[in-house]
């Protein structure tokens, strides 16, 4: 079979990792791709929402099975792209539909489908320039810290969590006058939960599901989860407070109902679906949805699967994903992410990579990476994510240290904390 990869992140790296391990595999092409993805198919220079130019590489390289990563395209509806063309229309793509990708695209569209689906989660209230006043009583009427989420993509930056009422009111105006663009010409007022948040990721043929490892990543840029929010610096699966009690509170009360919601509204979905969940001692409350998996958990996770995830993907496509065989290993995976200096500010592009090949016992997952000739070049923020398999936590991330310690390229920077707050 050939398969195309739709991004250019860790998680399509780690994506591309997974599937060329599979003896279904025939070719392996990556769109745009990296540094990393270039060892394992060809890269091909097209945008993640070109789709006249995807359409093209696809029918060229006989193409039979396409994985979109990022959210962008999904929101963009590639998949509705696809079924709507004579010649593209019988190639899976492993990706919800624009309808079902509102679930990440829209924040206001999935509280209301949480709430009608009765799904647990934080009491919200939706503003926009029309009901501004009742937005502000909405926040006078909740205890701080008070939590504003943008209702569109925002680049991961479309939440802000204030301490003051006359800050939030504040940030609520500027926010609807375009702060975060059109993203944020709707504003999600939630009530803020305290527990500690973990990351689950299904499966789903649009009927059957299966829930792959959870894990935690962690957001801000220092020590200690202080400063500023990232893309993610790291991730660690299996999460310990994520028990076997406390995953089937989940099963029961987030993911049978999801799936059954999105069956009752007429909604295909077949994908990857990613719960942001708060555990709030003990009881599970969900923040929000993705249509797609994480980044940085998707290289922690992938270490995890020992399944063949061409076959589970073509379980996705064919509607009998309940007859696939999903084996999960028991052992500990983590990722240490490895940034820019300056990130997630300015950060400069362009630094040499050194000494990645004195890596052992680790993956190395490229993310903000290219090749220029054979130099392996920093080309983002969150340039690799080193990821390691052990039999506890702590070996995890000793090797991932260890192994992260070895590569270098100038200002480069890691948090030496993860899982700090898993012991």
């Not at 504003?187 to 789903?204: A, P, Y």
């Not at 993911?255 to 007429?266: A, F, M």
């Not at 052992?331 to 990579?353: D, L, S």
């Not at 920077?413 to 707050?421: A, N, S, V, W």
Request: hydrophobic share 40%.
């Amino acid at each position: 079979m050939n398969i195309l990869i739709i991004g250019s992140g860790g998680r399509e790296h780690a994506f591309a990792w997974k599937l060329k391990q599979s003896s279904k595999l025939d070719k392996l092409f990556i769109a745009p791709g990296n540094a990393g993805t270039a060892a394992l198919g060809q890269n091909l220079a097209i945008d993640t929402t070109d789709f006249s130019a995807i359409r093209g590489a696809v029918l060229e390289n006989r193409i039979q099975m396409v994985v979109v990563g990022p959210e962008i395209p999904l929101v963009a509806g590639i998949h509705d792209f696809f079924l709507a063309d004579a010649q593209l229309k019988k190639i899976p793509v492993i990706g919800p539909g624009s309808q079902g990708a509102r679930l990440e695209g829209s924040k206001e569209f999935a509280k209301e489908f949480m709430v009608r689906n009765g799904i647990p989660t934080a009491k919200y209230f939706t503003v926009h320039q029309g009901n501004l006043d009742q937005g502000i009583e909405f926040l006078k009427s909740v205890q701080a810290p008070y939590v504003l989420k943008a209702d569109g993509l925002a680049a991961g930056k479309g939440v802000l969590i204030i301490e003051h009422l006359h800050e939030a009111i504040h940030s609520l105006e500027e926010m609807l006058n375009g702060l975060f663009g059109s993203a944020s010409s709707t504003v999600v007022i939630e009530e803020f939960l305290s527990g500690v948040e973990c990351s689950v990721f299904v499966l789903t043929d649009g009927i059957h599901y299966k829930i792959l490892p959870e894990a935690k990543d962690y957001k801000r840029i220092g020590e200690g989860d202080t400063g500023l929010n990232t893309g993610g610096m790291g991730a660690i699966s299996p999460v310990p407070f994520a028990t076997p009690d406390f995953m089937r509170k989940v099963e029961e009360r987030m993911v049978v109902p999801t799936i059954r919601g999105l069956r009752k509204e007429k909604i295909d979905f077949k994908g990857f679906i990613f719960l942001g969940l708060m555990s709030c001692e003990g009881e599970p409350y969900l923040i929000e949805y993705n249509v797609r998996m994480g980044d940085p958990e998707t290289e922690a996770v992938m270490m995890r699967i020992q399944s063949d995830l061409v076959d589970l993907l073509e379980g996705v496509a064919e509607g009998n994903l309940d007859e696939k065989n999903l084996v999960i290993d028991s052992r500990t995976a983590v990722t240490v992410v490895v940034v820019a200096g300056g990130y997630p500010g300015n950060y400069e592009k362009g630094k040499k990579i050194k000494h990645l090949g004195s890596v052992e016992d680790s993956v190395v997952f490229h993310a903000g990476t290219k090749l220029e000739g054979e130099t392996v070049l920093t080309n983002g923020g969150r340039v690799l994510a080193v990821s390691s398999l052990a039999d506890s936590m702590d070996e995890a991330l000793a090797l991932s240290y260890k192994n992260t310690d070895k590569i270098f390229f100038d200002s480069m920077y890691y948090r030496t904390d993860l899982g700090f707050d898993l012991k």
